[in-house]
């Protein structure tokens, strides 16, 4: 389930549990500018996890591979995406990311920040 600032991801029927909340919001950074930051809680397999994590302004497109990598560090394995390209919740999500950062096609990328972010 999405909504601006918000996924909710859950298990079906039958499949491994879990239940993850995804928050994100721009922060302005004294040093960095403009960032998103994610805030990630759940359960997995009846284990809490909870991770907070920024990505700078022009390397947030990238967020369902820090999500997954993020998952899978907590022990959901990485064929079950929170969220994929070309269905209907990542298209709502990167939208509202978009719109939030004020981020237009074209805006270069600093290199360093794929660094800095985990890429």
């Known amino acids: 389930m999405f909504q601006p600032g918000h ?14 909340d995804l928050f994100y919001e721009v922060r302005q950074d004294p040093k960095e500018g403009a960032m998103l930051h994610f805030r990630m809680v759940g359960e ?3 284990k809490a996890f909870s991770e907070e ?3 700078h302004r022009d390397t947030a497109f990238n967020f369902a ?9 907590h022990g959901l394995p ?5 969220i994929m390209h ?4 990542y298209d709502r ?3 509202d ?15 360093d920040h794929l660094a800095k972010d985990g890429f």
């Open 53 to 55: 994590f920024d990505l």
């Open 97 to 111: 990311i978009r719109d939030k950062l004020g981020a237009r096609p074209g805006d270069p990328v600093n290199f």
């Open 7 to 20: 996924l909710h991801r859950s298990n079906l029927p039958g499949q491994l549990q879990f239940a993850i």
């Open 65 to 73: 591979s820090v999500l997954t990598r993020v998952a899978a560090k």
């Open 93 to 95: 999500m990167y939208q």
């Open 44 to 46: 997995i397999e009846g």
């Open 78 to 82: 990485t064929g079950h995406n929170l």
């Open 86 to 89: 070309g269905h209907d919740e």
